[in-house]
């Protein structure tokens, strides 16, 4: 007798059971886009929480593209268009997330394991060089696009993106 493969699992369906519970459980950081704050291989503690009760700086646990990704709430913006979207942003990167609904956020990042202890998540790392005013200006346009609409918020980090991987691309081939 041959066992079928177990369904994925549809996080985005998980998140949104999960999501205001205040239940706690623990996870792997996988890649580096937190830089020195999640480093990979960090074991890191995530609180479901209202994604109402999150603010600027949090690092908060979303579901993006079917896969769990830790990354910091850089925005939350009031206007018409945009009070159901957080803009986040991985501490190591210059271009932020597309806006994110709410329902995709299953809550806030509250620890990470350090030398066998539990220690909360430090503030956002100031970034060197090009890439803070880079990162803060990127985020500024994101965000007036987003009080417009949040299809053309969308579009504009797509397109940076696109943009990154390219150059990244060209830059491998030579």
Known sequence: MTASPAPPIDRLSLARALRGTGREFESTV???????????????R???????RLAEGQ?????????LVAHRVVARDRGPAATRYLLTLG????I????VPGARILGTVV??????AWVPIPDAPRRRGWRGPAAHLFVAVVRVSLALDARLATALVNAALFGQRLKARVRQLG
Request: proline content about 7%.
């Open 59 to 67: 690092v908060v646990a979303l579901v993006l593209d079917d896969r």
């Open 111 to 116: 620890a990470r394991e350090r030398e066998g």
């Open 96 to 99: 932020c997330d597309a806006p």
């Open 46 to 52: 995530i609180r479901c929480d209202d994604a109402d």
């Open 30 to 44: 996988q890649g580096a886009s937190m830089g020195s704050t999640l480093p990979p291989g960090s074991r890191i």
């Open 91 to 94: 501490d190591g990167c210059v």
